[in-house]
């Protein structure tokens, strides 16, 4: 009787982004790419929107839109976690049963878990993923604790995998990386789409183990928008004496807006942010706000080198500086 080889896949359910590999090799979208924008909305169709169709609706309907779920996936509604995530985000959110964090939208109450669930379950149908007897590998920042693991794995067995277990993300990116090579020591720098981590993973061994890791929640792709958005909310303020940033819809709106011009000016020397598309209440003198690469490095400048400041502890950790 023959051998049935057991069937694996690898997820990576991450704040901005999702994407599903087989045999270190990503599985391709049915649209075209490999990853799939982290982000579920909830139009008044009633339908329920999931990957790039969901993210475009964030500037129009960004309390029904939800992104960076994996945020707060887990986490207590009293940790700072959720704090910052209350801040950051224009949702209706409340304490659930269980201690956690739960968002209200027009189809109803839904929580990380389940966000993160529709994700997995979404991004499989569009790359054509078998589940039905596959065993999924899932990441995890090496910061998460057990509950915030649990709810991570709780997420993709919601996709009907026939089991699901979780690995650190470090540890992921060394097997990725390393396979090939002979490595003691491996450093990994990981600035995401809302997190940043650093860890060092010592390779001499298998299994591969984590001997110094840190990282900040709050400082990825996610807080680079925000940075910009906030630059130019004071400066449509100083000049036109309008404020963008005393409404959480419409800062949001102007975060999309400045996400997009981030994008541009990595192959583009300037871009320019229309603000009557941001709130369409603002004043015609408010017009065009146009920002610089230059200016986007400078501002960032300080987010970048704290990183650097948390990669010296993690070396320290691991007694390698």
């Known amino acids: 009787m023959p051998v049935r080889t057991k069937q694996t896949v690898g997820i990576d359910l991450g704040t901005t982004n999702t994407v599903v590999a087989r045999n270190f090799e990503a599985l391709s979208l049915d649209s075209g790419g490999f990853v799939m924008p982290s982000a579920v909305a909830f139009p008044p169709s009633g339908a329920t929107l999931v990957g790039q169709p969901a993210r475009r609706r964030r500037a129009m309907d960004p309390k029904n839109t939800i992104l960076s779920a994996k945020r707060v996936i887990g986490a207590r509604w009293h940790s700072s976690y959720t704090t910052q995530f209350r801040e950051h985000y224009p949702y209706d959110m409340r304490e659930s049963s269980n201690g956690g964090i739960e968002i209200q939208t027009r189809a109803g109450i839904i929580s990380p878990v389940e966000v993160g669930g529709t994700i997995v379950g979404g991004l499989c149908q569009r790359t054509k993923c078998p589940v039905r007897d596959v065993h999924a590998v899932v990441t995890a920042p090496v910061g998460f604790d057990q509950r915030r693991r649990d709810a991570t794995s709780l997420a993709v067995a919601k996709a009907q995998f026939a089991s699901v277990r979780v690995v650190e993300e470090p540890i992921a990116t060394a097997l990725a990386y390393l396979n090939r090579s002979s490595l003691k020591y491996a450093f990994v720098y990981d ?23 840190g990282g900040d929640p709050y400082l990825g792709g996610d807080d680079v928008d925000r940075t910009i958005a906030l630059y130019v909310a004071d400066r449509t303020l100083a000049r036109d004496g309008w404020d963008l940033s005393n409404d959480a819809v419409t800062f949001d709106r102007l975060v999309n807006a400045c996400e997009l011009a981030k994008c541009e000016l990595s192959e583009s020397e300037q871009a320019a942010i229309a603000i009557p598309s941001v709130d369409p209440a603002a004043p015609e003198s408010c017009g065009i706000i146009p920002i610089t690469r230059d200016e986007v490095r400078q501002l960032t400048l300080d987010l970048v080198r704290s990183t650097f400041g948390i990669c010296d502890e993690v070396l320290a950790q691991a007694s390698l500086k």
């Open 191 to 213: 600035l995401g789409g809302g997190t940043f981590d650093a860890a060092v993973v010592d390779c001499s061994g298998y299994p591969f183990r984590v001997i110094g890791h």
